[in-house]
């Protein structure tokens, strides 16, 4: 069996998309800090590890699944870490549970300093990444998604940092969350056909790949004016204007969606990644204008 290095490792657990699990908590740490004037970073930034190793766990735990269930094939896009041959299965499911293990034990570390209800919110968090895959083959993985990585761990960071569970922060969950959602969609569209080969049935699949295209344009156009009208409400701070910073890349990803009813999946080669990156620079702008607010308040 091939000896691999750390950067390989590291490869296979698709780091280009822990934005979708890093960004919440870094979101509602900014808004947090805007409204009550401070924030735990030190316990914040502990808890952006923690759900970023559920986060890797769940990808490899993915892969493995996909692998074993027929999607992933040696023809398909995404999932190459066991398909390219270049780990075994076996070490993909080792590396999945030992992600997992390190990730439970950082989350029972977090419980310690904080409460049992994160204890709770760890336990529905880690079932639900778990669960992900069946989820998925049965058209449920977007809501799947969206509740760990923007509901869960929105509540989770309003508790571990001030003591208190703050359902405010679940207005940031729609926009912070419908993107992390548009990451899995783009690449479900982009899979339907292979998916379909495979017997199972995602979200994707269920509406078509036209009205896919449609609804990955309002996953990523949407949040920007769901922010809108958070200012307008008096919900957030005007400052948070700062993500039509990144407008343009929510409409080029928007574009080349729109094209997939004419070009096919190849239209969509990538754009799980540009929205992986759409997500970043969103959610770093809404952080800034979080910021911002609170500094010049």
């Known amino acids: 069996m091939k000896k691999h290095s ?34 735990d970073w030190p316990i914040g930034l502990f808890t952006i590890i923690n759900v970023v190793l559920f986060h890797a766990a769940g990808n490899t735990w993915s892969d493995y699944k996909d ?36 990730a439970m034990i950082c989350g029972f570390v ?9 204890l709770w919110l760890g336990m529905a968090g880690a079932a639900l990444t778990v669960m992900y895959p069946w989820l998925k ?31 405010e922060s679940l207005w940031l969950a729609v926009p912070v969350g419908l993107i992390t959602v548009g990451i899995l969609h783009s690449n479900n569209t982009r899979d339907m ?47 948070i204007i700062t993500v039509f910073a990144v407008l343009k890349p929510a409409i080029d990803n928007a574009r080349k969606a729109m094209c997939y009813p004419k070009e096919g999946m190849k239209a969509l080669v990538g754009l799980d990644e540009s929205t992986a990156k759409l997500q970043l620079m969103f959610s770093l702008a809404l952080f800034g204008g979080f910021m911002i607010a609170a500094l010049v308040a």
């Open 6 to 39: 750390f950067k390989e490792w590291i490869i296979a657990t698709r780091p280009w998309s822990f934005p979708a699990s890093a960004m919440p908590v870094l979101v509602t740490l900014g808004y947090l800090f805007w409204r009550q004037g401070e924030a």
């Open 67 to 102: 692998y074993r269930s027929g999607v992933d094939r040696e023809d398909a896009v995404g999932g190459m870490s066991i398909v390219s041959g270049e780990f075994a299965p076996e070490q993909i499911k080792r590396l999945s549970i030992s992600l997992m293990a390190v």
């Open 110 to 118: 977090l419980v310690a300093l904080t409460g049992w209800i994160t």
């Open 137 to 167: 083959y049965r058209a449920l993985g977007d809501v799947d998604i969206f509740l760990t990585y923007a509901v869960l761990p929105m509540l989770g960071t309003s508790y571990v940092v001030t003591g208190n569970i703050n359902p």
């Open 193 to 239: 056909e292979q998916d379909r080969r495979a017997g199972i049935r995602t979200f994707a699949m269920a509406i078509g790949g036209k009205a896919s295209s449609y609804l990955y344009c309002f996953e990523v156009i949407f949040p920007f004016l769901w922010c809108v009208a958070g200012i307008v409400a008096g919900l957030f701070p005007v400052y």
